[in-house]
């Protein structure tokens, strides 16, 4: 196909509005930056950052363009099927989000989130700006641009990153190996397949210059190369489907064309076979019935570096389809029209979690997403959100097929339709498989928006001017609609970004105390960021932090008695009042009901009145929101233990074991409980009964081994915990303990062996640090060891170490 010559001087009009030209730049900055953008420091969160520059972007738009009107005082519109149901999926939110019972959480949440009522309205927003601004063959071609400028510096940025290490390039920001510029890593997948999908669609369907199909060739194999490293195996499946519809609606035309041609009378015509799509569908089914082990069984033969920096690990978790369905029916049951609110899946997830969800390693996991965002918004939004999206899939598969199979005289006008239609759709269907980070987002409206604007330059959907200056009352209304607008979107634009430098506060806040351990300081930053944004999080961590304060305080040596009731009193009141304020703030978040119950708690081994009956009435209602977390249980057993009520401690103990029989803090809390109640003997005998009856259960031997380990046992213990390592490889408590029980046993080197994995999976952890280069230098395990660590690590309140565990998907989405 020729396209028609496109003039590359600008791609502004010189007779434009001004304002109107902002608008142009400001949705070109978007999309040119939101692959790239991100602000170089560990207090800025890198999510926030591009979802920042998203509405930045789309409220200097949406004022320059209300400015705009107000000066020409014309309005043009689409009445179109398609354009009101894009718009009626934002509107259907807004009412869900009304109804929800945590409305601020609906309508913005932290600020960063994808599942928001603010993001969504900005993404329609940036579709509707894109079909309007757009609309001609010479502003799609610098839309497109935008679009491509990026990837060749993101495929660097990658590529030196994959070579030099994950901590090259990380800014203290994309410090995790598989961090990417898009998002995560499987997001880098679904990136690069876009872009692969771009280029041959361009290759087939654009008649180019030597140096342009070079350039696409280039980028092509760039984008397939990394694909094969993220290897995403969704990604192979859908753009083997693509790369195969795209081979036959192209050989399908091509053949169709030839024929027309030769009826004419021109023989010399002939039918070109689109052979680039079918090399990528012939690479993608190689990649899927390769599996992935392509890298990985080179680089296990040759054994050079090169192949083996292309083998990358990567592991992300979210729920399933059987979780997504099971937790959507239970909450469409309660919530049938319109849904628990926008962004407020966790909720659900917390109330229906599935059992068998508890036997894995992530039953401590709040998921924020179900198994793909659409899935999650027909939990979220109901009937009606659910209703407003199939209407627009509907309308956007029917309009996009029918351009596809209507017949331009232009042949770059059929590109740019046949592109961002195909492009925008294979999009769209990742929104329904996966939660794609805002990046992807962005991309995905803004083809929406291109293939909008091509239905407007092939007459496919009307554009109709109204003039509302004409009318004295239409113009009076209308511009007081306008100045309202202006005015909203000023008030906006300041909570934005109230609510980021907030964030900015709170994540220095939690450096000042986790990295300086300066509390005092994080305490002042912690007071900053409520003053600029009322969020229950930055409440829950004060309270937090003023009882570790307490705990501090307790422990210092020459303070005068009146000083310390003053500081006591003080700190005290402050974690209190600051996680009542995150309950008020939030009552559906059993975090915040948990932070007010640990305030009352903090005092109830003083014999406070009522503090005992308040931290317990506060854990109730978290186990209310959160029924089927073992974590609740135990909080409310160490409450009884508090409370010296060692029988109900127990029971709560049970209660969390009959949740999750082998988890490990109730497991280690109990067998603490037995130890202090001298019955050490009959605990071992109720444990190896327990065992007995249940071999399969890795719980039961930590339990017995530890019980062992306190009646210096050690053999035994040693036994105990080896069974539960058998069951578990990686039970790090398991295998702390089985390397002490080795050295009380003089098995120095088969102690060393264990927390030389303890180092591989804990590499920052001190205590294994400090175990390790002791038994290596000959010393009593626990030689040289300071506060707040000890050696008797089988008599503290919690174990040692935290079982790690892969991340998750619901990372700053």
Same mark, same amino acid.
């Given at each position: ?216 060739? $280039? ?78 069984? /080179? ?12 083998? $990358? ?66 939990? /979220? /939004? ?28 232009? !042949? ?170 995150? $309950? ?19 005092? $109830? !081994?003083?014999? =406070? ?88 259960? !890795? ?26 390592? =058998? ?60 506060? !707040? ?25």
């Amino acid at each position: 196909m020729e396209p028609e010559h496109t003039s590359f001087s600008s791609p502004v009009r010189g007779d434009e509005l001004t304002a109107d030209k902002v608008v142009k730049w400001s949705i070109l900055a978007v999309v040119l930056l939101i692959p790239l953008f991100f602000i170089p420091t560990s207090i800025a969160s890198f999510q926030f950052a591009k979802v920042l520059l998203l509405y930045a972007g789309i409220i200097i738009a949406f004022c320059a363009c209300i400015i705009a009107r107000l000066k020409d005082g014309v309005l043009r519109v689409m009445p179109h099927y398609l354009f009101a149901a894009l718009a009626a999926i934002p509107v259907t939110m807004a009412i869900s989000a009304v109804l929800s019972r945590s409305k601020v959480s609906s309508i913005i949440g932290q600020g960063f989130e994808v599942g928001t009522l603010a993001f969504m309205t900005a993404c329609a927003a940036l579709a509707f700006f894109v079909s309007y601004f757009f609309a001609t063959k010479r502003t799609a071609v610098y839309a497109y641009l935008a679009f491509l400028i990026p990837v060749p510096i993101v495929a660097l940025y990658q590529l030196i990153r994959l070579f030099a290490g994950g901590s090259a390039l990380s800014f203290g920001v994309l410090t995790n190996p598989t961090s990417t510029l898009i998002g995560g890593w499987n997001d880098l997948g679904i990136y690069f397949g876009v872009v692969a999908l771009f280029c041959f669609i361009s290759l087939e369907l654009l008649s180019l210059d030597r140096p342009l199909k070079i350039a696409f060739g $280039v980028v092509l194999g760039v984008s397939l190369f990394f694909l094969s490293i993220v290897n995403f195996t969704i990604v192979w499946y859908i753009l083997a489907g693509f790369a195969l519809i795209f081979f036959v609606y192209n050989f399908s035309f091509n053949k169709s064309r030839a024929y027309e041609e030769f009826s004419s009378g021109d023989t010399t015509t002939r039918r070109t076979v689109p052979v680039i799509s079918l090399v990528v569908l012939l690479i993608s089914v190689i990649f899927i019935l390769l599996r992935g082990n392509l890298y990985t069984a /080179t680089a296990d033969l040759f054994n050079t570096p090169v192949l083996q920096r292309l083998v $990358v690990s990567n592991v992300e978790v979210r729920p399933s389809w059987s979780s997504t369905y099971d937790i959507a029916k239970n909450s469409l049951r309660q919530d049938p029209i319109f849904g628990v609110g926008p962004n407020r899946f966790v909720n659900e997830w917390l109330e229906s979690k599935p059992q068998p969800v508890n036997s894995t390693i992530f039953w401590g996991t709040d998921f924020n997403y179900g198994i793909g965002l659409i899935p999650t918004f027909i939990i /979220t /939004t109901g009937l009606l959100g659910t209703l407003a999206w199939l209407v627009f899939f509907a309308l956007f598969l029917y309009m996009g097929f029918r351009a596809l199979f209507t017949k331009m005289q232009d !042949p770059f006008s059929s590109y740019l339709t046949v592109s961002s239609f195909i492009l925008a759709l294979y999009l769209w269907v990742f929104t329904v498989l996966y939660v794609p980070s805002a990046p992807l987002l962005v991309l995905t409206f803004f083809f929406t928006g291109m293939f909008m604007a091509s239905l407007v330059e092939n007459k496919l959907v009307p554009m109709r001017s109204i003039s509302f200056l004409r009318d004295p009352r239409m113009s009076f209304a209308s511009v007081l609609v306008f100045i309202v607008l202006l005015l909203g979107m000023l008030v906006t634009s300041y909570a934005i970004g109230r609510r980021f430098i907030a964030s900015l506060y709170f994540n220095r806040a939690l450096a000042e105390a986790n990295v300086s351990g300066n509390l005092e300081r994080s305490e002042s930053f912690l007071l900053r960021s409520v003053q600029l944004s009322n969020q229950d999080q930055f409440y829950r961590t004060l309270s937090e932090l003023s009882l570790i304060r307490i705990n501090q305080l307790l422990s210092q040596q020459n303070i005068s008695q009146t000083v310390l009731e003053n500081q006591f009193r003080a700190l005290l009141a402050t974690a209190q009042n600051a996680a009542q304020a995150a $309950v008020n703030l939030d009552v559906t978040n059993y975090q915040n009901w948990l932070a007010l119950g640990r305030a009352y708690e903090s005092v $109830v !081994p003083f014999k =406070v009145p009522g503090a005992y009956e308040k931290a317990l009435e506060s854990y109730n209602e978290a186990r209310k929101l959160n029924p089927r977390s073992p974590a609740i249980p135990l909080v409310m057993a160490r409450l009884d233990v508090a409370n010296n009520n060692i029988p109900k401690a127990k029971e709560h103990i049970g209660e969390a074991l009959q949740l999750k029989n082998d988890y490990t803090d109730a497991i280690f809390f109990l067998s603490q409980i037995q130890v202090n109640e001298g019955d050490i003997k009959s605990a071992i005998q109720s444990v190896e009964a327990a065992a007995f009856l249940n071999p399969n259960n !890795p719980g039961v031997y930590f339990q017995l081994g530890l019980l062992r380990y306190q009646d210096k046992n050690y053999t035994a213990a040693a036994s105990a915990f080896e069974q539960a390592v =058998v069951l578990v490889p990686d039970y790090a408590n398991a295998k702390y303990f089985l390397g002490l029980s080795y050295d009380n046993m003089n098995r120095t080197q088969d102690a060393i062996k264990q927390f030389e994995e303890l180092k591989a999976s804990n590499p920052d952890n001190a205590e294994v640090n400090l175990i390790l280069t002791n038994l290596k230098a000959g010393r009593d395990a626990f030689a040289n060891v300071r506060p !707040p660590l000890d050696n008797k690590p089988e008599s503290r309140s919690n174990p040692p170490l935290k079982e790690t565990k892969p991340e998750s998907e619901t990372d700053d989405r």
